[in-house]
């Protein structure tokens, strides 16, 4: 079982760069791959970011050059650096890793951007 902890939301103007942070109760060593979603009001979950196999990292079209995922194994932490926001980033944001067969999330950080 492993239980992720997500921080570094909040309100922040439009164009802010904050940082999220999510560190796991465990390893993130082995995990098949670690990511970041996102779920605004009214809308369904949304993949923001993922890195699987490596440092290899995918985003949404949305916050693609905005946005950057990484992680850190001895500290059991992913990151997620967003630059640039604007209004439409405003969303709960949710840590994922996926050990097989497990999925696992966070508790979500709320991120408000205003304009």
């Known amino acids: 079982q492993v239980q992720l902890v997500e921080s570094g939301g909040g309100l922040v103007q439009a164009g802010g760069s904050p940082r999220l942070s999510c560190v796991a109760s465990?390893?993130?060593?082995?995990?098949?791959?670690v990511g970041w979603y996102r779920q605004a009001p009214g809308k369904q979950r949304e993949l923001v970011a993922i890195m699987a196999g490596g440092d290899s990292a995918n985003y949404a079209d949305s916050v693609k050059g905005r946005f950057a995922i990484s992680r850190d194994n001895a500290k059991n932490t992913v990151y997620l650096q967003m630059n640039s926001l604007k209004p439409e980033d405003t969303a709960v944001y949710y840590c994922?890793?996926?050990?097989?067969?497990?999925?696992?999330w966070g508790q979500g950080t709320q991120v408000t951007v205003s304009s």
């Open positions: 465990g390893s993130i060593f082995s995990a098949e791959s």
């Open positions: 994922n890793i996926v050990v097989r067969p497990r999925w696992y």
